[in-house]
């Protein structure tokens, strides 16, 4: 499988994921320049966490107008698969690919430390690997994670089943638990927490690692 | 304005024999340029004209030195990958204190925004981040509220940069005394690794290269920033904001990847930030390492803001500016790379044979200095030394415990020895997942993906040891220091100072610097570490008080990547082991522990009693026992003793242990003395343990076993403390932020 890492000015998690996904998994990857359109034939985007354009403005306020983001968004209306961790969430809500926004942390300050997530569905190429019953233990590490949306979204996305993961013990206020949430079609995700930080056993977790295996059975024809 | 008066001199803190010695160098009179010039390179800051002459005693080779002082930051070979390159980790520690007193967000954050440059600009990437943190207690009477919002202003400050600038933050101390209620410390270390063929030095070498200004602009913020952090605090300090340069992470983070990239295409001949004395300071160091001169011309270096005068340009200390010297006719190369990631790059000048440091402005010459005078031969001063300062008793207050669980709980409430998980999860200390111990262990670890080793690394400093004993205090330190990277199994290579006094016009505050450097030479040679490079700030009072001689020390280690064991007991049944035995102590040398802070409200007597050859000793056992992967869990005993040791190898996983002791020493003693060279393991295989420490001729005392929940300690069949782990880390897991909070809600 083949994965594009997007590098905006201020991703600073685009090794970690880059590494993730080719290291510890052991599949191919590219950066991707925030200046260029070309995907070099990803089959699944990643945008990482960092501080895209420094987070001026808001967080992924400026990024969503990088010419990379129109051929991302291109990618993901054809139903390719596109994984916003933190900073890329926060892009992919500005950019409109997903509902809703994030703002500051409820006590106002950055919260790193691992925390539990419940997968809310099974039902999406990055989940559907996840045991059921299962809690994984991945690390946040962000400022401005809090999940806001209007009730209306809230409800909407609950009745699509489009709740990826809720955090077991909220520690950023987010509505309704959530830390991550799929697009209409399934084939976005954004996600507060860091996978990529829970692929490695020397990291203290390898949770994570369920989130790529699933992308990466999914795209596996099977025999 | 331009005429030199003797109240002009003053004001840029040159005395007048200094001055003299400006028209001698110059054989003419300063323009007031010139004036401002000289005045931030012969700044205590920049110079070390106090300490430079003691700093000489440091031990600075070894065979694994490539780089010792006088660089940006110290450079150590560490070894080779599996294709047989050669890497190296470059690591200095610096102050921040004075800007962080002023405006402690900003001033915080530019600290680390300043020793992340010193680091990359050698051409390493920044792997790691450690802070040092001292205050003024957040439960003072009259300081109290404006502790908490330092604190508070400083940590927000580090978290903003390091976090988004994508290195993690992994370790550190913070230390509360009323001492540091005007004058907090804010010691920033950080460490980069990169391969031996990719160092780059801040040398101006080749007549005729270019001299490339990068990142960003030039603004009036910071104008005699390095004569401030030289001189007293009086309440007029107040009013120097503005002399606080202003961070922005992302610029730094866009530099780091521009820098990096620009020195892979070989285009670079030398690099340098700017950090103190901003331009000044970068060309002239650049033009003297190489005996070199520079002349460039101010109307080419990007300006913030309009109508800037020579002498604010050059003295600006602007943050995120590097200056560099590119090959003659590869300048395009390096100018391309700095665009493709959106930063100013502008040809300032070249680099000449004259040794002149000469500066233009539209092309008329405004000031025009011999380079290495500036440089390198600012005033020395043997300034006279005493005996160090001394406002402690030596005898012991007579001092008896009524409950001694009750003063576990003190201890465990206590801001020096309290969770300081308040403060680190802001930090992100897992960004790069190299992180393989971080904050609240012994020492932190890193991996090096390229190499398979891992440097562990650890900030120590005590500064009731200090005053008590600044000689003996310091040894003490370097031990404790060694102590925490042998612990994850680490051995220590070398080392880094941030020496935090008074004012050394004072001689018995000179006397505490002195003896003090003196401690670190004799201890740092005995243990190996050599101080590869550091920062010395001086002139921590206010309105006269001094804070308590604090030299902070941060030490690196070298070990096989692997999981580490960690502090914390893991399961009941196993066996609890003190190496190094029970120590010894005397009431007098109680003066400087937690136990006479937290307990008793006191200060008196000797710091502990070291011995440097039975140290080494123990560590080399224990850095073997890591390694041998025997033991289930390792912590040393230091800050409050045996007791609260034991009390922290409890709170990870609420696993503590029944201990039964054997000792002559009254309980308060036995319990929550000090003593060095002493290390708690927990092991599943008791008989191993005990033959490995009889190999190194290292007593293994055995305490007891593990069990679930439970903390008690006897001696002689008599119990001394028995507690449920989970109540006393309850005490200790809130106290921070119940002390923080309260403040949020006024």
């Known amino acids: ?67 990379v983001m129109e051929s991302v968004k291109r990618h993901a209306a054809e139903g390719g698969l596109v994984l916003g961790i933190c900073n890329g969430f926060q892009v992919l809500t500005e950019c409109g690919l997903l509902p809703g926004s994030l703002v500051r942390n409820r006590n106002l300050k950055f919260i790193c430390k691992p925390v539990d997530l419940i997968p809310a569905t099974r039902n999406s190429p990055f989940t559907h690997a996840i045991p059921a019953g299962a809690t994984l233990t991945i690390p946040i590490a962000h400022g401005e994670g809090c999940y806001t949306a209007t009730p209306e979204t809230l409800d909407l996305l609950e009745a699509e089943d489009r709740v990826a993961f809720r955090y077991a013990d909220n520690p950023n206020g987010s509505l309704r638990d959530i830390a991550g949430i799929l697009s209409d079609n399934r084939n976005v995700l954004g996600l507060m927490p860091h996978p990529e930080r829970a692929t490695d056993p020397l990291m203290g977790s390898v949770d994570g690692r369920l989130i790529f295996e699933s992308l990466i059975a999914n795209l596996t024809p099977a025999k | 304005m331009s005429e030199i008066t003797p109240e002009v001199i003053a004001a840029h803190q040159l005395t007048p024999d200094e001055y003299d010695r400006i028209v001698a160098i110059l054989g003419r009179t300063p323009n007031l340029t010139e004036l401002g010039i000289f005045s931030v390179m012969w700044s205590e800051h920049c110079s070390y004209k106090s300490s430079r002459l003691h700093l000489k005693k440091l031990p600075t080779r070894s065979p694994r030195v490539v780089q010792g002082p006088g660089e940006n930051a110290g450079i150590l070979d560490i070894g080779q990958d599996a294709e047989g390159n050669d890497w190296c980790i470059a690591f200095k520690i610096e102050s921040h204190n004075h800007p962080s007193f002023i405006e402690p967000f900003q001033g915080a954050a530019t600290g680390v925004g300043g020793i992340l440059r010193d680091i990359f600009t050698m051409g390493a990437r920044p792997i790691a981040v450690m802070d040092a943190l001292r205050f003024g207690p957040l439960d003072h009477p009259t300081s109290g509220a404006r502790n908490r919002r330092i604190l508070d202003g400083v940590v927000s400050g580090i978290a903003h940069y390091g976090n988004c600038f994508g290195v993690p933050t992994v370790g550190g101390e913070t230390v509360f005394e009323p001492s540091y209620n005007g004058n907090p410390l804010v010691n920033v270390f950080a460490l980069g690794v990169f391969r031996k063929d990719q160092i780059f030095y801040g040398k101006a070498s080749g007549e005729g290269n270019p001299v490339i200004y990068v990142g960003a602009k030039t603004g009036r913020d910071g104008i005699h920033g390095a004569s401030m952090a030289s001189a007293e605090f009086t309440e007029e300090s107040k009013q120097k904001r503005p002399n606080v340069q202003m961070g922005d992470p992302f610029m730094e983070k866009l530099l780091l990847e521009a820098c990096l990239e620009a020195m892979a295409t070989g285009a670079i001949a030398g690099i340098q930030d700017m950090g103190a004395a901003g331009l000044t300071c970068s060309t002239c160091e650049m033009g003297s390492r190489a005996g070199t001169g520079i002349e460039f011309d101010l109307a080419h270096v990007p300006q913030r803001e309009k109508g800037m005068t020579p002498y604010e340009i050059m003295l600006s200390e602007s943050q995120e500016r590097m200056l560099l010297v590119a090959f003659k006719g590869r300048e395009n190369e390096v100018l391309d790379v700095f665009k493709k990631w959106g930063l100013d790059a502008n040809i300032i000048g070249q680099v000449t044979t004259d040794g002149i440091l000469r500066v233009k402005n539209h092309g008329e010459v405004v000031a025009e200095i011999p380079n290495r005078p500036l440089a390198d031969e600012a005033p020395l001063y043997d300034r006279p030394h005493t005996q160090p300062l001394r406002i402690a008793p030596l005898e012991a207050p007579a001092f008896a415990s009524a409950d001694l669980t009750a003063d576990l709980f003190t201890l465990a409430a206590s801001g020096d020895l309290c969770d300081k998980r308040w403060i680190w999860e802001q930090y992100d200390y897992m960004v790069r997942t190299n992180t393989l111990a971080g904050p609240g262990g012994d020492a932190a670890i890193v991996r090096i993906k390229e190499t398979g080793t891992s440097v562990a690394m650890a900030l120590d400093g005590n500064g009731r040891y200090t005053l008590l004993d600044p000689r003996e205090g310091v040894k003490l330190m370097v031990a404790e220091c060694c102590r925490n990277l042998s612990c994850v199994g680490a051995e220590p290579v070398g080392a880094t100072n941030n020496l935090n006094f008074g004012n050394p016009e004072r001689p018995e505050i000179m006397a505490q610097l002195v003896e003090a450097i003196e401690g670190m030479a004799e201890a740092c040679a005995f243990f190996e570490t050599p101080i590869t490079g550091g920062n010395v700030s001086l002139y921590n009072e206010t309105l006269g008080d001094p804070i308590f001689p604090s030299p902070v020390l941060g030490i690196v280690g070298l070990l096989p990547t692997g999981e580490p064991a960690g502090i914390g007991f893991r399961e009941e049944g196993h066996a609890v082991y003190l190496l190094g035995g029970l120590g010894d102590a005397d009431d007098r040398r109680m003066g400087g522990t937690q136990y006479a802070k937290q307990v008793l409200k006191d200060l008196w007597g000797l710091p502990p009693r070291l011995d440097m050859a039975f140290e080494k000793q123990v560590q080399t056992a224990v850095r073997e026992i890591a390694r041998s992967g025997i033991a289930q869990s390792i912590h040393d005993v230091s800050d409050g003793g045996l007791a609260w040791a034991l009390a922290e190898c409890a709170f990870p996983n609420g696993i503590g242990v029944v201990a039964e002791l054997d000792s002559d020493l009254r309980p308060e003693l036995l319990l929550f003395h000090e003593g060095p060279s002493r290390v708690v393991v927990s092991t599943a295989d008791p008989a191993a343990l005990e033959a490995l420490a009889a190999r190194h001729g290292v007593p293994a005392l055995r305490l007891g076993l593990t069990v679930a929940n439970r903390l008690s300690l006897a001696n002689h069949g008599a119990t001394l403390i028995d507690t449920p782990v989970d109540a006393l880390k309850e005490r200790w897991s809130t106290a921070l932020a119940s002390q923080l909070e309260a403040e949020l809600h006024v």
């Open chain 1, 1 to 67: 499988m083949r994965f594009g890492v997007v590098v905006f000015p201020g991703s600073n998690c685009d090794h970690d994921a880059w590494y993730a996904v080719t290291a510890n998994l052991g599949h191919q990857a590219d950066f991707l320049w925030h200046g260029d359109r070309n995907l070099k034939g990803a089959d699944c985007v990643i945008l990482p966490g960092g501080f895209s354009y420094g987070d001026y403005l808001r967080c992924g306020a400026i990024a969503k107008f990088s010419p």
